[in-house]
């Protein structure tokens, strides 16, 4: 029960809440592929967090793929609700690039590639299986409604995502008939705590695979382009999605 001064969360905050436990099981999905055992002990993750965000961990190791995750109500002592989910989501993003880099760094030079490989492999087949559990049947049921086109419904659907920040990690550029385009803002380029890291690359290079997982599962057709990108001095990734139902999709490495 809540405190009388302490009020229920919002809809977008829930969904919010949501989309960060899904990058911190795709942290959890990095390590069953690179250690299967551990999905069967605890992973400690102290040694991956600077000591102000400890008092989020205790949160975050009851968070694993075998298990449902909290309800956020139940978590909300002192702070507010958008605090709250403000310091989780930078905990789950530190956690995620100290990660990477303690896998890379202890890795030999002539692995590096495969080791990226399997991640992204991991990362893209996590991003598929959240759109097909968020919007089962899209495909099918795009055809029901004409009050969108379709490249309308695609972009609407990535902004409820895990890889839209609060529903604003995007920007559109251009929405057409047939094609849409847009600036991701809310990638690990745009995190002031991320931005000296040796693996930050690495990391937006696996989130916007995930991306394309994502799509993928919405709609097996897409062919999408990304593209690196300056917008207000700030460096983005510029997605760009068209042949909706004539090619099937690109999954190139940019």
């Known amino acids: 029960m809540n405190n009388w001064n302490q009020r229920s969360p919002k ?27 551990t999905k069967n002990e605890p ?8 000591p102000e965000l400890s008092q989020s961990l205790w949160l975050l190791e ?7 995750a909290p309800q956020l109500e139940s978590l909300i002592n002192e702070t507010t609700v958008s605090e709250f989910l403000d310091e989780l989501e930078e905990t789950v993003w530190i956690v995620q690039m100290a990660l990477l ?14 080791l990226f490989n ?4 991991v990362t893209w087949h996590h991003g598929k299986s959240i759109s097909e559990n968020q919007w089962p049947d899209f495909e099918s049921r795009i055809g029901n ?15 409820k995502s895990p890889f839209s920040r609060n529903s604003n990690g995007f920007m559109l550029e251009r929405l057409t008939p047939d094609e849409v385009s847009f600036y991701w803002i809310a990638s690990p380029l745009s995190r002031f705590s991320l931005k000296h890291s040796s693996e930050l690359l690495t990391l937006c290079y696996l989130h916007h695979h995930g991306m ?11 062919k999408v382009e990304v593209s690196p990108a300056t917008l207000k001095e ?17 999954r190139s490495f940019i």
């Open 11 to 37: 809809l977008q905050e829930i969904r919010r809440y949501e989309n960060i436990i899904h990058h911190h099981t795709l942290t959890q999905a990095w390590l069953v592929a690179l250690d299967p055992e």
């Open 43 to 50: 992973f400690r993750l102290k040694r991956f967090v600077p």
């Open 62 to 68: 009851k968070i694993r793929l075998d298990r449902l």
């Open 101 to 114: 880099e303690n896998i890379f760094q202890s890795s030999a030079v002539e692995n590096r590639n495969a």
């Open 118 to 121: 399997q991640l992204e492999q």
């Open 145 to 159: 409604s004409s009050k969108n086109s379709l490249p309308e419904k695609v972009y609407l659907a990535l902004k």
């Open 212 to 222: 394309k997982g994502y799509l993928y599962g919405l709609i097996k057709t897409l």
């Open 234 to 250: 700030s460096k983005v990734w510029c997605f760009r999605i068209s042949n909706f139902f004539d090619a099937p999709i690109n």
